[in-house]
C-alpha cells in the first residue's frame, strides 16, 4: 500500500492564482481531512469528509473548497491563493472517524507571492 | 482554537537520557494521540490512549493520562539521535463533534 499520497510536493503561486492540492489514499479509509501547519502552531483542520459525496468545515475553511467524489480521493482547492495561505498542507486519512489513528501524507509546501 | 499544549516547547538531551513531554487539555475528551514529526515530513501515529486508560506502552514509549488533571506525559526512555523530531498531543474533543485538537508541539533535540 501506498498509504496516502499528496501532490505536488511543492509549489509557488502568485496571488489571486487557484490550484488543487491532490491527496489519495489505497487503505479503503472512509475519514480524510487536509490540515495546514504554520510555524510554531499546531495542526489546524480546514475541512474534512467523513464518506464519499459527505463533506464538512473545520476551523479555517475560509479560501479553500473540497470535494470527495470517490473514497480514496480527496483535493483540496485554493480558490485565488493569498499569501495568507503560505503554509504546509497535510492530508490524513482514518478508517473510520476523527477520534481513529490518522495517517498523514508527505504534506505540500505551498508558497503564495 | 489550540487545546493540546505541550510543554517543555524545545528540549535538548544527550542521547541516552530519558525524555519527558506533556501535554495540557482544556475539554472532556475521548482519546488523547501522540504524534512525532521528522523534519520536512507527515506525521506518524506514535500512540493512543483512551480517555479510561491511565498508562501505556510501546517499546521505548510511556505514556500517562490523568483526566482529572487535564494532561498527559510522553516518556522517551533511552533516547537516540534517530528520536529527533517534534511530537504532539492531540485531544479528540468531544465538545466539539469529536473533532482532534493539535497542541502546538515539543520539539527534541537528542545530542549525539
Known amino acids: 500500500n501506498a498509504g496516502v499520497t499528496q501532490t505536488p510536493k511543492f509549489q509557488v503561486l502568485k496571488t489571486g492564482q487557484s490550484m488543487t492540492l491532490q491527496c489519495a489514499q489505497d487503505?479503503?479509509?472512509?475519514?480524510m481531512s487536509w490540515y495546514r501547519q504554520d510555524p510554531g502552531m499546531g495542526l489546524r483542520l480546514i475541512h474534512y469528509?467523513?464518506?464519499?459525496?459527505?463533506?464538512d468545515q473545520g476551523e479555517v475553511p475560509n479560501g479553500y473548497n473540497v470535494s470527495r467524489s470517490t473514497t480514496e480521493d480527496f483535493p483540496l482547492r485554493l480558490l485565488s491563493a493569498a499569501p495568507s495561505q503560505t503554509s504546509v498542507y497535510f492530508c490524513?486519512?482514518?478508517?473510520?472517524?476523527?477520534?481513529?489513528?490518522?495517517?498523514f501524507g508527505p504534506g505540500t509546501r505551498l508558497t503564495v507571492l | 482554537s489550540q487545546q493540546g499544549e505541550e510543554d517543555p516547547q524545545a528540549l535538548s538531551i544527550q542521547e541516552g537520557e530519558n525524555a519527558t513531554m506533556n501535554c495540557s487539555y482544556k475539554?472532556?475528551?475521548?482519546?488523547l494521540q501522540w504524534y512525532r514529526q521528522n523534519s520536512g515530513r507527515g506525521l506518524v501515529h506514535l500512540i493512543l490512549?483512551?480517555?479510561n486508560e491511565r498508562e501505556k506502552h510501546s517499546g521505548r514509549l510511556r505514556v500517562t493520562l490523568d483526566t482529572s488533571k487535564k494532561s498527559s506525559s510522553l516518556l522517551i526512555t533511552a533516547s537516540r539521535a534517530a528520536d529527533t523530531a517534534s511530537y504532539f498531543c492531540?485531544?479528540?474533543?468531544?465538545?466539539?463533534?469529536?473533532?482532534?485538537?493539535w497542541g502546538a508541539g515539543t520539539k527534541l533535540i537528542i545530542k549525539p
Open positions: 475539554t472532556s475528551i475521548n482519546n
Open positions: 490524513a486519512s482514518s478508517a473510520k472517524a476523527e477520534a481513529d489513528t490518522q495517517y
Open positions: 490512549i483512551r480517555s
Open positions: 487503505m479503503n479509509h472512509e475519514y
Open positions: 492531540a485531544t479528540v474533543d468531544m465538545d466539539s463533534n469529536y473533532q482532534l485538537i
Open positions: 469528509s467523513v464518506g464519499a459525496g459527505i463533506t
